[in-house]
């Protein structure tokens, strides 16, 4: 009995090494995977075999960091009891399918959360994996790989999975699209960097290691088809793509502001950012741009110192074969503009006058100088052809200047004002006869640059006097009638010139009568009275006067003073007569004719 154990036991042993030789013998004839490296990495109960493979499709969930996507990466397959339908070929052909199945994704997540990627990323390396095509070694792009795109499903606080986005990206067909940069920025977190996966061959995409949110799924640029994006929420299993081919469409038109001027230099940015004009000086503008013929169009606006606007074309406005022309109005934004006013030492000018002027905004402001010298002026429009203009008194030249560009982001607007040269006049206001004429009010104007302004008002003794007044030729005129009007008084720095002002005032009176030829009264025709004066020194001294003559015809001028005057009178259907006269000498009555 023991001889025949030993016989079945050693039988037993020499049918098992045959049947191993056998095996060996078959597996060297069969068809060799086609993997590059093959290593084992021991794992905590049995090891895992990971295959290689350079240069195929990238599996469908790797959520790398986007610099690691823009090189091909070696794919990664886990080979195993669980995985070995992954490894069979393809029926028809020889090749190992360079993805795993849909029904595979349940068993190879189980797997890669207990993976040692540390061994990997170190076994890889000193096994020399085979560069991949782009000439980056195969070891540095499986780390990436292994440490992003194949990481445990991301969970929450709780400990919870966080469910992925998903979707899938195809072409005008229906077909999928395979190998397809899709990204996903966090749509909450500006700056954020976005995760980047790439699409398997049935043109699906998967994130996994998202947290919970919101986020900008966007596609990559691509020249025949262009960027598509959608925001979505995690957990969201039907972001789908569907890519249509670009044409090309001629874009003309114009840009005016809200008064129909012209804006130069609009940035005009189409579907396609990198393919950006601008308007030229009169507004116009023309550029082809690709779109998706039967999509709709957004075009966006922008220029310095106006709003941003959009325009937008439905897929049935514009065609590829013809021209499309816009017409687009931009409103000007406003903003606020700040500044000082200082001297030729450097202080601050108190209750300045600051004002601009924009005829191309159609706008006027204006604000007066704090005790700092500082000014703000609101709701500015932007317009290239302001002009500014500060008065601080008498004591400072006027500032003026012209054709300025006012806009938005200037920064503080610095002016200085020099001071005025002053000087002063003083004397007496009378009549021709010398006789004082006293409580006359007169208004001195500067006729430099500014306008600067004061009162004299004579007194008792006809008096009067001007002090510290900018140098310089000025000009006085009446408030009220009788109209005075001085013209050409010159006021000299550093001095006060002694200076008398001969007016047509005082006690004298004219009057008479308007007929027409037949002796008839003519009634409502219009009397002017002109007195004028050139003093030696060369100012002139001008005043009007007005009247109307009754239904009797009669007129009637008083308080006047000596001197000649000319008298003129018109009425309608009649031409016009004049009288040069003396009241002090000549009062009338006037007999005064008008002849049809």
Same mark, same amino acid.
């Given at each position: 009995?023991?001889?025949?154990?030993?016989?079945?036991?050693?039988?037993?042993?020499?049918?098992?090494?045959?049947?191993?030789?056998?095996?060996?013998?078959?597996?060297?004839?069969?068809?060799?995977?086609?993997?590059?490296?093959?290593?084992?990495?021991?794992?905590?109960?049995?090891?895992?075999?990971?295959?290689?493979?350079?240069?195929?499709?990238?599996?469908?969930?790797?959520?790398?960091?986007?610099?690691?996507?823009?090189?091909?990466?070696?794919?990664?397959?886990?080979?195993?009891?669980?995985?070995?339908?992954?490894?069979?070929?393809?029926?028809?052909?020889?090749?190992?399918?360079?993805?795993?199945?849909?029904?595979?994704?349940?068993?190879?997540?189980?797997?890669?959360?207990?993976?040692?990627?540390?061994?990997?990323?170190?076994?890889?390396?000193?096994?020399?994996?085979?560069?991949?095509?782009?000439?980056?070694?195969?070891?540095?792009?499986?780390?990436?790989?292994?440490?992003?795109?194949?990481?445990?499903?991301?969970?929450?606080?709780?400990?919870?999975?966080?469910?992925?986005?998903?979707?899938?990206?195809?072409?005008?067909?229906?077909?999928?699209?395979?190998?397809?940069?899709?990204?996903?920025?966090?749509?909450?977190?500006?700056?954020?960097?976005?995760?980047?996966?790439?699409?398997?061959?049935?043109?699906?995409?998967?994130?996994?290691?998202?947290?919970?949110?919101?986020?900008?799924?966007?596609?990559?640029?691509?020249?025949?088809?262009?960027?598509?994006?959608?925001?979505?929420?995690?957990?969201?299993?039907?972001?789908?793509?569907?890519?249509?081919?670009?044409?090309?469409?001629?874009?003309?038109?114009?840009?005016?502001?809200?008064?129909?001027?012209?804006?130069?230099?609009?940035?005009?940015?189409?579907?396609?950012?990198?393919?950006?004009?601008?308007?030229?000086?009169?507004?116009?503008?023309?550029?082809?741009?690709?779109?998706?013929?039967?999509?709709?169009?957004?075009?966006?606006?922008?220029?310095?110192?106006?709003?941003?606007?959009?325009?937008?074309?439905?897929?049935?406005?514009?065609?590829?074969?013809?021209?499309?022309?816009?017409?687009?109005?931009?409103?000007?934004?406003?903003?606020?503009?700040?500044?000082?006013?200082?001297?030729?030492?450097?202080?601050?000018?108190?209750?300045?006058?600051?004002?601009?002027?924009?005829?191309?905004?159609?706008?006027?402001?204006?604000?007066?100088?704090?005790?700092?010298?500082?000014?703000?002026?609101?709701?500015?429009?932007?317009?290239?052809?302001?002009?500014?203009?500060?008065?601080?008194?008498?004591?400072?030249?006027?500032?003026?200047?012209?054709?300025?560009?006012?806009?938005?982001?200037?920064?503080?607007?610095?002016?200085?004002?020099?001071?005025?040269?002053?000087?002063?006049?003083? &004397?007496? =206001?009378? /009549? *021709? +006869? @010398?006789? $004082? %004429?006293?409580?006359?009010?007169? #208004?001195?104007?500067?006729?430099?640059?500014?306008?600067?302004?004061?009162?004299?008002?004579?007194?008792?003794?006809?008096?009067?006097?001007?002090?510290?007044?900018?140098?310089?030729?000025?000009?006085?005129?009446?408030?009220?009638?009788?109209?005075?009007?001085?013209?050409?008084?010159?006021?000299?720095?550093?001095?006060?010139?002694?200076?008398?002002?001969?007016?047509?005032?005082?006690?004298?009176?004219?009057? &008479?009568? =308007?007929? /027409? *030829? +037949? @002796?008839? $009264? %003519?009634?409502?025709?219009?009397? #002017?009275?002109?007195?004028?004066?050139?003093?030696?020194?060369?100012?002139?001294?001008?005043?009007?006067?007005?009247?109307?003559?009754?239904?009797?015809?009669?007129?009637?001028?008083?308080?006047?003073?000596?001197?000649?005057?000319?008298?003129?009178?018109?009425?309608?259907?009649?031409?016009?007569?004049?009288?040069?006269?003396?009241?002090?000498?000549?009062?009338?009555?006037?007999?005064?004719?008008?002849?049809?």
């Amino acid at each position: 009995m023991k001889w025949l154990n030993f016989l079945i036991a050693t039988v037993s042993l020499l049918l098992l090494v045959y049947g191993g030789v056998l095996g060996y013998a078959f597996l060297s004839f069969s068809a060799p995977e086609p993997a590059v490296n093959t290593v084992t990495i021991q794992q905590s109960v049995e090891p895992v075999a990971v295959t290689v493979i350079s240069d195929l499709a990238k599996p469908y969930e790797d959520n790398t960091d986007e610099a690691a996507v823009n090189e091909p990466l070696a794919a990664v397959r886990f080979v195993g009891e669980p995985h070995t339908k992954a490894s069979e070929p393809k029926k028809g052909n020889n090749e190992t399918s360079p993805r795993l199945s849909r029904a595979d994704d349940d068993v190879m997540s189980d797997t890669f959360a207990t993976v040692n990627y540390s061994a990997v990323a170190s076994q890889l390396t000193s096994n020399n994996v085979v560069p991949t095509s782009t000439g980056s070694t195969g070891a540095a792009a499986i780390t990436d790989l292994l440490s992003d795109s194949l990481s445990p499903t991301a969970v929450d606080s709780n400990g919870n999975p966080i469910p992925p986005i998903s979707g899938r990206v195809t072409d005008e067909a229906g077909e999928p699209v395979a190998n397809y940069k899709v990204s996903a920025t966090a749509a909450t977190s500006a700056g954020s960097a976005a995760k980047v996966t790439v699409t398997n061959g049935e043109g699906l995409f998967k994130f996994t290691s998202l947290d919970k949110g919101e986020y900008v799924l966007k596609t990559q640029d691509h020249p025949f088809f262009g960027t598509l994006m959608r925001r979505v929420r995690t957990g969201s299993s039907a972001t789908n793509f569907k890519l249509s081919r670009l044409d090309v469409a001629q874009i003309m038109g114009s840009v005016t502001d809200e008064y129909g001027q012209p804006i130069n230099n609009v940035k005009i940015v189409p579907p396609m950012a990198d393919e950006e004009f601008f308007s030229n000086e009169e507004g116009l503008f023309t550029s082809p741009i690709t779109a998706t013929a039967g999509q709709g169009l957004l075009l966006r606006f922008s220029a310095k110192g106006f709003l941003p606007e959009t325009k937008y074309l439905s897929g049935t406005q514009w065609q590829p074969s013809g021209p499309v022309d816009i017409n687009v109005k931009m409103r000007r934004g406003s903003f606020s503009l700040s500044g000082k006013v200082y001297d030729e030492q450097g202080s601050s000018v108190e209750s300045a006058l600051v004002q601009i002027t924009s005829k191309q905004a159609r706008l006027h402001r204006s604000a007066q100088t704090d005790k700092d010298g500082n000014f703000t002026l609101d709701q500015v429009i932007t317009a290239d052809d302001y002009s500014l203009k500060i008065s601080a008194g008498i004591r400072f030249d006027a500032y003026e200047r012209a054709d300025m560009t006012l806009a938005d982001g200037m920064g503080s607007m610095q002016v200085p004002l020099a001071y005025s040269p002053i000087g002063g006049i003083r &004397g007496r =206001i009378v /009549d *021709e +006869s @010398g006789s $004082p %004429v006293t409580a006359l009010s007169l #208004m001195v104007m500067s006729d430099g640059a500014g306008g600067r302004a004061a009162t004299i008002t004579s007194d008792e003794n006809g008096g009067y006097s001007l002090q510290n007044f900018v140098a310089g030729e000025v000009s006085l005129r009446s408030r009220t009638a009788p109209g005075i009007l001085v013209k050409k008084l010159e006021i000299e720095p550093g001095i006060v010139n002694e200076l008398d002002l001969v007016v047509d005032m005082g006690n004298h009176s004219t009057h &008479g009568k =308007i007929t /027409d *030829e +037949s @002796g008839l $009264p %003519v009634s409502g025709a219009k009397i #002017m009275m002109r007195y004028y004066r050139k003093d030696p020194i060369g100012f002139t001294t001008e005043v009007k006067r007005e009247t109307s003559s009754d239904p009797e015809g009669i007129f009637r001028f008083d308080s006047l003073g000596a001197g000649n005057r000319t008298l003129k009178v018109s009425a309608n259907g009649y031409r016009a007569t004049t009288l040069i006269h003396n009241p002090e000498s000549d009062p009338g009555p006037h007999a005064l004719v008008l002849a049809r």
